[in-house]
C-alpha cells in the first residue's frame, strides 16, 4: 500500500501552525493560544497573523502603534498579533489578553511591509505572505485607524477602580461648582516638547510654543457653544498650568497617580482642548466630543511639516484647529537654538 504524502505533509502542516513553531509565509509564532484569541471584526480564523514593530516610546505611542495595526489589518482582512513590547506598554493599562503576543525567539520577518506617514491606497493591498509592518517606527496618524476608531474606544477602556476614581473626582468637582454641565478636559503638552534638548522638541523642528492667546481663543470657543462650562487641565507640569491659565477660569487638577489617570480623566470629559502631543490625542480621540488644537506651530515649508506632519492627515477632519500665528511670523523666522 502506497503513503498518502500529499495527506501527510498538510497533517504536518497543521499541527506546526498551530504549535507555532514553523513559519509558512505569514504565521507568526505566538506566546499564547490563537484560538481563544476574540477578534474585534470576524476575520477567517484560516487568515495569518499580521503584526508591527514597535518603539521604545511611551503610552501614546504605543497606542499609536496599536491602533495603526488594527487599522491596516482591518482593511486587509487580517488578524493581529503584538510584539511583546507593545503588548506589555499596553497591557499596563487596558485588557490587552484579547490579543496574542508574538514569540521573538523564532520570528522571522516575511516580505516587511512598509508604510509612511500616513495611510496610503496601497495599504489597502498588504500581501498575505507579509506577517510584519514596518517602516514609521512612530505612526501617528488617524487616518491609518479612523475606520475603526469604535474599536479602539471599545479596547481602550481603563479599569473600573480608574475610572471610579475620576468619575469620584468630577463629582466633588460638581459639589464645588453645581451648575456646571459641560467638561472640557485639557491637556497641555510642555516636557520634551519645551526641554528634552537645547530649546526642545519644538526648535528641533523648527516650532512655536504654544501661547496664551490660544487657551483664551480655545476657552471661548467652548463658552459660546456651551452654557455652565468647567474647564480642567492636566498636565506633567501643572505648576506651569497653575500659573498661567486660572486667568482662563481653568482649573488645574491635582497631581495624579499617572498618565493612566490623566488620560482617564480627559475620556470622562464632554469636550477636549489640546496642545500638541500623542497623549493629547487620545484624549481628544476617546473622549468623543468636540477637540480644538493648537494648529500652525511648525514652520511650513520644511521638511518634516511638509512630508512628515501634516495637519490634515494627523488631526481628524472635524476637529477644530486654532492658529495663533501673526502674518508674516513665519516669513521673519529665526529658529532661536540655531541661530
Known amino acids: 500500500?502506497?503513503?498518502?504524502?500529499?495527506?501527510?505533509?498538510?497533517?504536518?502542516?497543521?499541527?506546526?501552525?498551530?504549535?507555532?513553531?514553523?513559519?509558512?509565509?505569514?504565521?507568526?509564532?505566538?506566546?499564547?493560544?490563537?484560538?481563544?484569541?476574540?477578534?474585534?471584526?470576524?476575520?477567517?480564523?484560516?487568515?495569518?497573523?499580521?503584526?508591527i514593530h514597535t518603539n521604545e516610546g511611551r503610552l501614546g505611542n504605543q497606542m499609536f502603534t496599536f491602533a495603526s495595526l488594527l487599522g491596516l489589518a482591518y482593511l486587509n482582512n487580517r488578524r493581529i498579533a503584538l510584539l511583546p513590547r507593545n503588548h506589555k506598554v499596553l497591557s499596563e493599562y487596558f485588557d490587552m489578553s484579547f490579543f496574542p503576543m508574538v514569540d521573538e525567539r523564532w520570528f522571522v520577518h516575511t516580505q516587511p511591509w512598509s508604510i509612511g506617514n500616513w495611510l496610503k491606497e496601497e495599504d489597502r493591498s498588504i500581501p498575505l505572505e507579509t506577517n510584519i509592518i514596518k517602516g514609521n517606527y512612530y505612526p501617528t496618524s488617524f487616518t491609518f485607524f479612523h475606520h475603526v476608531r469604535e474599536e479602539i474606544r471599545e479596547?481602550?477602556?481603563?479599569?473600573?477602580?480608574?475610572?471610579?476614581?475620576?468619575?469620584?473626582?468630577?463629582?466633588?468637582?460638581?459639589?464645588?461648582?453645581?451648575?456646571?454641565?459641560?467638561?472640557?478636559?485639557?491637556?497641555?503638552?510642555?516636557?520634551?516638547?519645551?526641554?528634552?534638548?537645547?530649546?526642545?522638541w519644538l526648535r528641533d523642528y523648527n516650532g512655536r510654543e504654544v501661547d496664551l492667546e490660544f487657551f483664551q481663543k480655545a476657552v471661548d470657543y467652548f463658552k459660546n457653544k456651551y452654557s455652565?462650562?468647567?474647564?480642567?487641565?492636566?498636565?506633567?507640569?501643572?505648576?506651569?498650568?497653575?500659573?498661567?491659565?486660572?486667568?482662563?477660569?481653568?482649573?488645574?487638577?491635582?497631581?495624579?497617580?499617572?498618565?493612566?489617570?490623566?488620560?482617564?480623566?480627559?475620556m470622562e470629559c464632554n469636550h477636549t482642548i489640546m496642545t500638541y502631543g500623542t497623549y493629547g490625542f487620545w484624549g481628544g480621540f476617546l473622549s468623543g466630543g468636540e477637540v480644538v488644537y493648537f494648529t500652525d506651530f511648525l514652520k511650513p515649508?520644511?521638511?518634516?511639516?511638509?512630508?512628515?506632519?501634516?495637519?490634515?492627515?494627523?488631526?481628524?477632519?472635524?476637529?477644530?484647529?486654532?492658529?495663533?500665528?501673526?502674518?508674516?511670523?513665519?516669513?521673519?523666522?529665526?529658529?532661536?537654538?540655531y541661530s
Not at 4 to 20: E, F, N
Not at 167 to 176: A, C, N, P, T
Not at 302 to 321: C, I, L, S
Open 155 to 200: 479596547i481602550f477602556r481603563f479599569s473600573d477602580e480608574i475610572r471610579g476614581h475620576v468619575q469620584e473626582f468630577l463629582r466633588q468637582v460638581k459639589k464645588v461648582r453645581p451648575w456646571t454641565k459641560v467638561y472640557v478636559g485639557i491637556h497641555v503638552r510642555r516636557g520634551d516638547y519645551i526641554a528634552h534638548s537645547p530649546g526642545g
Open 301 to 337: 515649508d520644511t521638511n518634516f511639516a511638509q512630508n512628515y506632519f501634516r495637519y490634515d492627515k494627523m488631526y481628524p477632519p472635524e476637529w477644530v484647529g486654532i492658529s495663533t500665528t501673526k502674518p508674516g511670523y513665519w516669513e521673519n523666522y529665526t529658529n532661536p537654538f
Open 1 to 51: 500500500m502506497g503513503v498518502d504524502v500529499s495527506h501527510g505533509i498538510k497533517t504536518l502542516l497543521v499541527v506546526c501552525a498551530v504549535c507555532g513553531v514553523v513559519f509558512v509565509f505569514g504565521y507568526l509564532p505566538l506566546l499564547e493560544d490563537a484560538s481563544v484569541v476574540r477578534t474585534i471584526r470576524p476575520t477567517p480564523m484560516g487568515v495569518p497573523y499580521l503584526t
Open 228 to 266: 455652565n462650562v468647567t474647564f480642567l487641565a492636566v498636565s506633567e507640569d501643572r505648576d506651569w498650568c497653575r500659573k498661567h491659565l486660572s486667568q482662563f477660569g481653568i482649573l488645574t487638577t491635582p497631581d495624579s497617580a499617572g498618565p493612566a489617570q490623566d488620560l482617564s480623566l480627559l
